[in-house]
């Protein structure tokens, strides 16, 4: 168990997308350690969700509590938005102290490799679509201040 040091807003891994997983790489001792450090790292830093760029890893995994239960999500590619969407505050564990409104859809279909390297597809709707767009942004070199109408002046977003 290790807490991992957090990226912060102006590193260049937020920025870029993230490496694919091998799926060799999946069933590795040293890939099962990273997935349990990010998630003793988002429990500590009181997170939902988490990003491995976020820890300064450049690879397609995240990390979601869904009902108190943390899973790894890996390569995954968001099949389907709703069209009706809702405005609410995010924040970031790379931006502390930064609160900003989102319109993001209100659900979403995933696709994604779990940690047994197993495909999986869900649905999700209301704050779990949220925090798996959030995270899987992240993999994408975006932060939730990109998606905002006007992000806050002081950060210097692009």
């Known amino acids: 168990m290790a807490i991992l040091p957090i990226t912060k807003l ?12 091998d799926l060799m790489t999946i069933n590795t ?6 997935m349990t450090d990010m998630i003793d790292t988002m429990y500590a ?3 939902v969700g ?7 890893v450049d690879l397609q995994l995240a990390i979601i509590n869904h009902s108190d239960t943390p899973f790894s999500i890996i390569n995954p590619r968001i099949l389907h938005r709703s069209f009706r969407s809702a405005t609410s505050e995010e924040g970031c ?16 279909t995933v696709s994604y490799i779990d940690h047994n390297g197993t495909e999986r597809t869900v649905e999700e709707s209301g704050l779990v679509a949220r925090v798996f767009q959030h995270e899987i942004d992240h993999l994408n070199g975006l932060l939730f201040i990109h998606r905002m109408k006007v992000p806050p002046k002081d950060l210097g977003v692009p």
């Open 50 to 56: 988490i990003a491995a760029p976020q820890v300064g």
């Open 45 to 47: 830093a009181r997170g």
């Open 10 to 21: 102006g590193h260049p891994i937020l920025r870029r997308p993230a490496q694919p997983v």
């Open 93 to 108: 564990l790379s931006l502390p102290g930064v609160f900003g409104s989102v319109r993001r859809p209100v659900s979403v």
């Open 29 to 34: 001792k040293k890939f099962h350690a990273l």
